[in-house]
């Protein structure tokens, strides 16, 4: 599991915060000066291989960002995805914590940045446009699975 805190000695600066978030779909429709915002919200949390970064039925409130390496979401031994840099996982929690549906491993040694709900939440009253942003893109993901086990019957 995680370390409870964020080194303290975070290795990106804003801006490359900023550079990730804009990578991922999430966060893809809010302009690039809100990111700024969001990515000073974000804490620095290193994991080597191996390591477990969700454990699935475990109620959480954050997200993940992969900055750098790749992780196997898996449930028991059923792989799930395998995501990288862009990549999110958890993005539900951040929004109505509940427990985790699947485990997520690091394959390799790998930086993620942490996202929690209370600051991401505050942001979202200040900033109307990141709500709207988030919800549309999660609109469209709900969508597409739908349609993905539509097809799939």
């Given at each position: 599991m995680p370390p409870a805190d964020p080194s303290d000695t975070d290795e990106l600066l804003?801006?490359?915060?900023?550079?990730?978030?804009?990578?991922?779909?999430?966060?893809?429709?809010?302009?690039?000066?809100?990111?700024?915002?969001?990515a000073r919200l974000l804490?620095?949390?290193?994991?080597?291989?191996?390591?477990?970064?969700?454990?699935?039925g475990a109620v959480e409130d954050w997200l993940?960002?992969?900055?750098?390496?790749?992780?196997r979401v898996h449930i028991g031994d059923r792989t799930v995805a395998e995501i990288g840099p862009g990549d999110v996982t958890g993005e539900f929690a951040v929004l109505a914590p509940a427990p985790r549906s699947a485990t997520a491993t690091a394959l390799e040694p790998s930086l993620l940045l942490r996202l929690r709900?209370?600051?991401f939440e505050e942001l979202l009253d200040d900033r109307p446009e990141v709500a709207r942003a988030v919800i549309a893109t999660l609109a469209r993901k709900l969508q597409t699975t739908a349609d993905d086990e539509v097809g799939a019957q």
């Open positions: 804003t801006i490359e915060r900023v550079a990730i978030l804009q990578r991922v779909e999430l966060f893809a429709a809010v302009p690039g000066h809100t990111l700024v915002a969001v804490e620095e949390v290193r994991f080597d291989a191996g390591d477990r970064i969700l454990e699935r993940w960002v992969v900055a750098d390496g790749r992780l709900h209370g600051p």
